[in-house]
């Protein structure tokens, strides 16, 4: 059972849609991150969220923690060709080891 | 910026041979990690390291060794390399506190 479950697992749309990607767990986490992976590329971050309930916005990328710290999502408006990549949500169970557990990602294509 | 390199970008090796992947980091970060990442699997954690000279077994540590002689250095170690090693093969750091991991541009080993 994987501790993190991201969905959708795939994601094809055209450019200028919206789209929310999931991060869920029964688990509380201290923080979480967020990254984005090019093909052929190493994971590159794109934000940590701490506090339960934050919201953090990164131009269109728009990154939302749960209130209780088990849950976070991710929301592109408009999306453009520049957003395709695997996103992948990883965080540090609260309270135990500081090796973060990650999802299996979240696989974005946008068309032009 | 965090700066993480590794030796190679693509290996191509032979059954049976000793391979070296080697990560350095300019962060003077405390931790240090190798993972593969595969189709459908995720990142998976193979060794980690937490100081110099210190090492933890991850997820998948089998077939695999580690060495971590300085604290910007740590090298990934395949004993005998086999054809189910094919994978790429990403290395990570982050500060003592843990949680934000900053990642190599990863390597595609390739053993036939």
């Known amino acids: 059972t994987q501790l993190l479950e991201q969905s959708p697992q795939f994601l094809s749309i055209q450019e200028g849609e919206n789209l929310t990607v999931y991060c869920n767990s029964s688990s509380v986490f201290s923080s979480l991150q967020w990254y984005r992976q090019e093909p052929g590329e190493g994971p590159v971050l794109l934000v940590t969220v701490v506090t339960g309930g934050e919201v953090k916005k990164l131009k269109r990328l728009t990154f939302q923690f749960g209130d209780a710290r088990k849950d976070s999502s991710l929301h592109i408006t408009a999306a453009q060709p520049g957003d395709t990549g695997l996103y992948l949500c990883a965080g540090a169970l609260a309270g135990g080891s500081y090796i973060p557990t990650f999802g299996r990602g979240t696989s974005l294509i946008v068309h032009p | 910026d965090v700066k993480v390199t590794q030796s190679s970008r693509y290996l191509v090796k032979r059954t049976g041979e000793k391979v070296f992947l080697e990560c350095v980091q300019d962060?003077?970060?405390?931790?240090m990690f190798w993972y593969r990442q595969d189709p459908g699997l995720g990142l998976r954690l193979i060794y980690f390291s937490y100081d110099v000279k210190m090492k933890e077994k991850g997820d998948i540590p089998e077939g695999y060794s580690v060495s971590r002689e300085k604290k910007e250095r740590f090298s990934l170690i395949l004993e005998s390399a086999s054809t189910n090693q094919t994978s790429m093969y990403l290395c990570?750091?982050?500060?003592?506190?843990?949680?934000?991991?900053?990642f190599g541009p990863g390597t595609r080993l390739t053993v036939t």
């Open positions: 990570a750091s982050s500060s003592r506190g843990g949680g934000e991991q900053y």
């Open positions: 962060m003077d970060h405390e931790n």
